[in-house]
C-alpha cells in the first residue's frame, strides 16, 4: 500500500491533502504530526475527513522531539480512533528531559496493544559540530528498542558504509513502513526519478523490486519536499502525485 505523508504537502490545511491523496489514488495517509498546526491533532476532525473522502490515517509519526509517555498515550489515543496500524518516533533528541518514555514505555505500548510502535532513522544531526543531536540513532540501535522500525531512505547516512539496499537488508522484517524520495548530494526529499531515463539517483528501482521479491507487506510512504509536488499549483500537485504512483506501481507492485 502506498501513503501519502502529510509533510509532503505542508502549507496545505488538511481537507486539501485528503483531498489531493483522493485525487491521486493513494491508499491512505502518514499523519506527521508537528507542534504548529493543531488540526493535526484534533482526531475528531481527522476522522470526518478520513471518512468523507474514504482515505484512512494508517500511520501516525510522532514529532521529533518533546515526547513524554502522556504524548505517546496521546497519540494511542488518536491511533484508536482514526484505525491507525502503526506510529513512528524518532530516538530521543537531547533536549528531551526524559527519555523513558522511549527506553521502557514505547515497549509496554506495542505489548498492551495492536500497533505496531517503530522507531525511524534519521539523518545525523551535530550541536557544535561534535554533539549529536539524537541518541540511539544508529540501525543497530533502533532496531532493538520495539522490535519495529520505520525506513528513511533519504536519512541514511552514506558516510556509515550503509546505503538503502544494505539498510534494508540489515533491518530485514522490522521494517513496517518505508518513507521514500530520491537524494542528490545534500539535497534530499526530491521525486524519484529524476537522474534521467526514470532513473533516480539513489539506487530507488532496485531496491523497491529487490523489496517486492523478499515479501515486503508493510507499507511505503511518499515523503518529499512540498515544492517537488508543485505546492502552490493544483494540477501539477495532482500530476505529480499520479506519477509517483505509477512509480510505485512500476517497480514495486506490479514487478514481477
Do not use: C
Not at 126 to 137: D, G, L, R, S, V
Not at 145 to 153: E, F, R
Amino acid at each position: 500500500m502506498i501513503l501519502l505523508s502529510t509533510s509532503s504537502l505542508q502549507g496545505y490545511g488538511l481537507h486539501r491533502i485528503f483531498d489531493f491523496a483522493n485525487k491521486g489514488g493513494y491508499d491512505g495517509l502518514d499523519l506527521a504530526l508537528n507542534k504548529s498546526n493543531h488540526d493535526l491533532w484534533d482526531e475528531d476532525y481527522i476522522k470526518f475527513l478520513s471518512d468523507s473522502f474514504n482515505i484512512p490515517v494508517l500511520s501516525i509519526t510522532a514529532p521529533a522531539r518533546g515526547m513524554s509517555e502522556k504524548k505517546v498515550d496521546k497519540l494511542v489515543s488518536m491511533a484508536g480512533k482514526l484505525g491507525t496500524q502503526i506510529i513512528s518516533f524518532s530516538p530521543p533528541h537531547i533536549s528531551d528531559k526524559n527519555m523513558t518514555w522511549f527506553t521502557k514505555y514505547l515497549l509496554k505500548v506495542k505489548r498492551d496493544t495492536h500497533l505496531s510502535i517503530s522507531i525511524q532513522n534519521i539523518a545525523p544531526k551535530f550541536m557544535f559540530f561534535i554533539i549529536p543531536e539524537y541518541k540511539n540513532t544508529t540501525l543497530f540501535e533502533i532496531k532493538k528498542v520495539t522490535g519495529d522500525t520505520t525506513l528513511d531512505l533519504s536519512s541514511i547516512d552514506s558516510t556509515s558504509g550503509f546505503d538503502i539496499l544494505k539498510a534494508q537488508k540489515l533491518l530485514g522484517s522490522s521494517v513496517k513502513n518505508i518513507f521514500f524520495s530520491d537524494k542528490r548530494g545534500s539535497n534530499n526529499g526530491i521525486l524519484p526519478g529524476g537522474a534521467g531515463g526514470g532513473i533516480s539517483y539513489l539506487p530507488l528501482e532496485s531496491f523497491f523490486m529487490k523489496l517486492k521479491t523478499s515479501g515486503y507487506n508493510g507499507f511505503i510512504t511518499l515523503k518529499v519536499k512540498p515544492s517537488e509536488l508543485g505546492a502552490g499549483n493544483e494540477e501539477r500537485v495532482i500530476q505529480n502525485l499520479e506519477y509517483v504512483k505509477n512509480y510505485y506501481k512500476k517497480h514495486f507492485l506490479n514487478f514481477k
